[in-house]
């Protein structure tokens, strides 16, 4: 209960704080001497005084402290380790909380020799004894004693140095030259202690066998002498070294060698094998004799018995020459962590045992062999599972990904390309929830509205829609900070497609369509056949194509190249105009929409007052091999002066071309005939006859009337309106500076292109309109000097290159453009007579 806890577990205390206390926070720990000095503990003090910080399933940190570790207060066999924490929700640890932990433990069992193998450390206690012989000699005076040896100190229980024992050599370290070294080294009045990291310079590999022969093993277990070993086995850590102490006024030298296994651990069959021998060369020279007294192991340090064992279905082999524990991967008492390979998300099986081994010899005595040991199982890889659920009415996609692991934190979103951190998500529109299960394990739910900028609607056929949401989480685990990525990808399926509708009309040139925009076609195209229609394409054949957003509409002449006519009547021409909507990417067909009207065909002709006749002669629909270029009149030298693809139209007086006349008291007829002859026949496949008739005498009266029109009148209103203004880097105005590029170098008559944007409020009856535009010399609008770019939405006539408007046109990303201005001015600078105010 509350922030840490402890506990006492034979010659270490544990201390654990609480995952849920200091969850989210930067910690700092410290371990408090005696004298109340905080001693910051990082990783080299840790391995060098005995300490171990380790995380556990639940994230919740634990600190181990050995008995002899070098801040414990030892009194008779109780020793007290007490540790500082500093915890606070800023890397740079301002206004942290401290929170200070202290307890005891007893442990009065020591045997002769122990010897500890943890995480990060291996360490060695030996008893001292000194002669009875000694002990009765009268001490001489410390002048003479360190007269002799001045490197040893005076204390009476100081150790004087170390000697490291290597193949090649044997090298003497004085006390504080190992202590500098990263060597822990301390005696009390009834021990001698050496405590080593692993990456210590002196550390050998030495492998150690565990095969034995069926004879010599029978023969071993008649007999209790050391059994010699086949060279194959387990690799252990070893340090060889004696260490010299004072006593009064002889030097005195204890073994304090030490060795723990770096491996020995098999996987197979979904099963963790982790076997130790018995007998370890380094920890065995100079015994003749071993005898096994205890063997027990466990998990976390707590021991367990048989029965416990087996309900775990553990197995402890003690066997003639090593021991051998079998763990089944998923076993209670461990647990799984979060690991990454590869980039591929998975998961490992964790546990950490313990073994204690306690043998007798004609040596030592009694030893004590300690191994703590955190085991990892092969990588696992792990799929996640994401649910995607709906919820139509609220108009939001709930999204569950997971489930993780305790160790594993969702850290940020990568959005459209853009890296979002969790906090600042819900600016973007995703609520974020966090669920948690009782074994430890949560889920991630995402909230994000249909309408969302991220969210990707397609229209997928009939009524129907699909969204689809396309966001990369990534998270970090813990403690060892791997990242690993989940693409999500949920897609949804609604039936709420509104597809795009049209009306037709005609009057009396023309054919208009209008089509009215659904949910589906904001990024449909139109089409005639295989020609994109866009307003430049429109202008080029006097097309009339206007788009506001929510209607798309379409005037094109009767006599264009894009009619066609499928019917021809003396008293009506049927006209038709087919429009398509494509989609913008894959260019398929999406809707057809066509206009179908009747047009009197006095339209083809016109009979001048100066006897000009303009005639226009039309291919039907079904006469696609006529080639219009051929057509011609009764004299056939006449031919076209203007050609299309479904027309031709002819140019030429009444008393030309073959054109016959008739009179009589009241007018002049005159007919002629568009004929279109196949190669080497005299016979037309193709004949349209027409007339002129001219009044002999006319009279017209022609009615006028002036009528003054009132002036127009402006309803004033008031609202927001969010404007911006930006400048681009060319003139298609596709890519504008952005802020990191500011400020921009540009050379005098350089052009400028600018853009002024209505962005708020999105409706297409604004129109924006500019009105005045200046330039000043520093930021403030009213400073001066200033020149004026635009007067009165006119360019200003005062500047020696004027003002360029360029025309804006819908595009994917101007959906209204009837709310943008772009404008190009050339580069220039102020000056004041012949000097530059700026550069």
């Excluded at 296994?261 to 380094?282: E, F």
């Excluded at 709420?496 to 009057?507: I, Q, Y």
């Excluded at 057809?592 to 009979?607: G, N, T």
């Amino acid at each position: 209960i509350g922030p840490t806890s402890s506990e006492c577990l034979g010659d270490v205390l544990r201390i654990t704080l609480s995952a849920e206390y200091f969850e989210d926070k930067f910690l700092s720990l410290f371990v408090v001497d005696q004298s109340g000095t905080a001693w910051e503990l990082d990783e080299a003090m840790a391995a060098q005084c005995g300490y171990t910080v380790t995380y556990t399933s639940c994230r919740s940190i634990q600190v181990r402290a050995s008995a002899l570790s070098c801040h414990s207060r030892l009194e008779k066999d109780v020793f007290t380790v007490t540790v500082q924490i500093k915890a606070s929700h800023t890397p740079d640890m301002s206004n942290a909380t401290t929170h200070l932990k202290s307890a005891s433990c007893h442990y009065g069992l020591w045997s002769p020799r122990e010897t500890k193998c943890e995480n990060n450390y291996m360490e060695v206690s030996v008893r001292r004894e000194v002669p009875q012989t000694i002990k009765d000699f009268v001490q001489d005076e410390s002048e003479d004693w360190t007269f002799v040896f001045p490197e040893a100190k005076a204390e009476e229980a100081s150790i004087w140095q170390i000697v490291f024992h290597q193949p090649e050599e044997r090298r003497a370290v004085l006390m504080s030259n190992a202590w500098g070294a990263g060597y822990g080294l301390n005696a009390s009045d009834s021990r001698v202690l050496l405590r080593v990291p692993y990456t210590a310079a002196q550390v050998q590999l030495v492998e150690v066998g565990v095969l034995l022969l069926a004879q010599q093993a029978a023969r071993l277990c008649r007999s209790n002498q050391i059994p010699s070993l086949q060279d194959q086995g387990i690799t252990f850590s070893v340090l060889r070294s004696s260490t010299f102490y004072k006593y009064q006024w002889v030097i005195l030298m204890v073994d304090t060698t030490v060795a723990c296994p770096v491996d020995g651990v098999d996987y197979t069959n979904k099963t963790i094998t982790w076997t130790i021998p018995k007998y370890i060369p380094p920890l065995s020279a100079g015994m003749t004799s071993l005898k096994d007294v205890l063997v027990e192991a466990g998990v976390d340090l707590h021991k367990l018995s048989a029965k416990e064992m087996a309900s775990r279905k553990y197995v402890l082999l003690n066997e003639l020459t090593t021991i051998t524990m079998k763990i089944p991967i998923g076993a209670e008492g461990g647990y799984y962590k979060t690991s990454v390979s590869s980039g591929h998300l998975g998961v490992k099986y964790t546990i950490n045992l313990f073994l204690e081994h306690q043998w007798e010899d004609n040596k030592w005595g009694l030893t004590k062999h300690t191994i703590i040991k955190e085991i990892e199982a092969p990588f696992e890889q792990a799929e996640v599972v994401i649910t995607n659920n709906l919820n139509l009415s609220a108009g939001l996609m709930n999204v569950t990904v997971g489930t993780f692991l305790p160790d594993a934190e969702l850290v940020n979103l990568t959005i459209e390309g853009v890296v979002v951190a969790v906090p600042e998500a819900l600016q973007h529109g995703y609520l974020i929830h966090r669920t948690r299960y009782a074994n430890g394990s949560k889920a991630y739910v995402l909230q994000v509205p249909l309408d969302a900028p991220s969210i990707k609607i397609e229209y997928m056929g009939e009524d129907m829609r699909a969204y689809t949401l396309n966001v990369t989480l990534t998270f970090i685990t813990y403690p060892s900070s791997e990242t690993f990525v989940v693409p999500v990808v949920a897609l949804s399926a609604v039936k709420d497609a509104v597809l795009p509708s049209a009306t037709g009309f005609c009057d009396g040139r023309n054919l208009h369509l209008i089509i009215t925009r659904g949910n589906v076609d904001q990024n449909w195209l139109p089409f005639i056949s295989d020609w994109h229609l866009t307003r430049e394409a429109a202008q080029k054949y006097n097309y009339i194509l206007k788009d506001n957003g929510t209607h798309l509409a379409i005037s094109v002449p009767f006599l264009s190249p894009h009619v066609s006519y499928e019917g021809f009547h003396t008293s009506a021409i049927k006209a038709s105009f087919y429009l398509t909507l494509k989609d913008d990417i894959t260019l398929a067909q999406r809707r057809d929409f066509s206009v179908s009207c009747l047009f009197s065909p006095s339209e083809l002709i016109q009979c001048l007052p100066n006897g000009t006749v303009i005639i226009t002669a039309i291919k039907l629909v079904g006469g696609e091999d006529l080639d219009t270029a051929l057509l011609v009149l009764r004299d056939r030298q006449c031919k076209p002066s203007l050609v299309t693809e479904r027309t031709a139209t002819f140019k030429f007086n009444v008393n030309t071309c073959g054109t016959s006349r008739k009179s009589n008291s009241t007018t002049v007829t005159y007919e002629n005939e568009v004929l279109y002859f196949r190669p080497g026949d005299d016979i037309p496949i193709y004949q349209l006859k027409f007339l002129c008739l001219y009044a002999v005498e006319q009279t017209a009266d022609v009615p006028y009337e002036s009528k003054k029109n009132p002036p127009p009148s402006i309803q004033p209103g008031s609202g927001c309106l969010a404007l911006s203004l930006k400048l681009f880097k060319e003139k298609s105005y596709s890519e504008p500076y952005q802020e990191s590029e500011y400020p921009v170098v540009k050379y005098l008559r350089e052009a400028l292109y600018f853009e002024v944007e209505l962005l708020q409020p999105k409706d297409a009856r604004l129109d924006l309109n500019l009105d005045d535009c200046w330039a000043t010399n520093s930021q403030s609008q009213d400073s001066l000097p200033q020149w004026h770019i635009l007067i009165h939405g006119c360019e200003n006539n005062k500047d020696s290159y004027r003002t360029v408007f360029h025309e804006v046109n819908y595009s994917p990303r101007v959906k209204f453009p009837q709310h943008l201005k772009r404008f190009e001015v050339r580069m220039f600078t102020f000056v004041q007579g012949t000097s530059l105010l700026q550069e």
